[in-house]
Nanobody, 124 residues
Framework: QVYLEESGGGLVQPGDSLRLSCAASRRAFRDYTIGWFRQAPGKEREFVALISRTDGTPHYGDFVKGRFTIFRNNTGNTVLLQMNTLTPDDTAVYYC?????????????????WGQGTQVTVSL
């Protein structure tokens, strides 16, 4: 069992930044690939970013367009998602998730463990 806990969501204005955190055990980050997904009301869950557990290579959804950065902190037990230049279209519940696949997976169905989610709202 892998327990993931997100934090850092909130209400911001267009153009602002937020940093989301996904905390888990160090073993989880060693044995699983961690990804971020988001789900807006009435929409399917969408891939945002992941960081490879083998070599740390990041991968991003097409909509990110250089605005987001995924990285691990120095202690190795938190994966962070730095989000810049936020727009109202980024409003969603953001989830971190873990998959046992070592190759990058962009399909939410490939992820076995999920956090409870953190709400991000971008509005004037």
């Amino acid at each position: 069992q892998v327990y993931l806990e997100e934090s850092g969501g909130g209400l911001v204005q267009p153009g602002d930044s937020l940093r989301l955190s996904c905390a888990a055990s160090r073993r989880a980050f060693r044995d699983y690939t961690i990804g971020w997904f988001r789900q807006a009301p009435g929409k399917e869950r969408e891939f945002v970013a992941l960081i490879s557990r083998t070599d740390g290579t990041p991968h991003y959804g097409d909509f990110v367009k250089g605005r987001f950065t995924i990285f691990r902190n120095n202690t190795g037990n938190t994966v962070l998602l730095q989000m810049n230049t936020l727009t109202p279209d980024d409003t969603a519940v953001y989830y971190c998730a873990a998959t046992g696949f070592s190759a990058p997976k962009f399909d939410a169905r490939k992820y076995l463990y999920w956090g409870q989610g953190t709400q991000v709202t971008v509005s004037l």
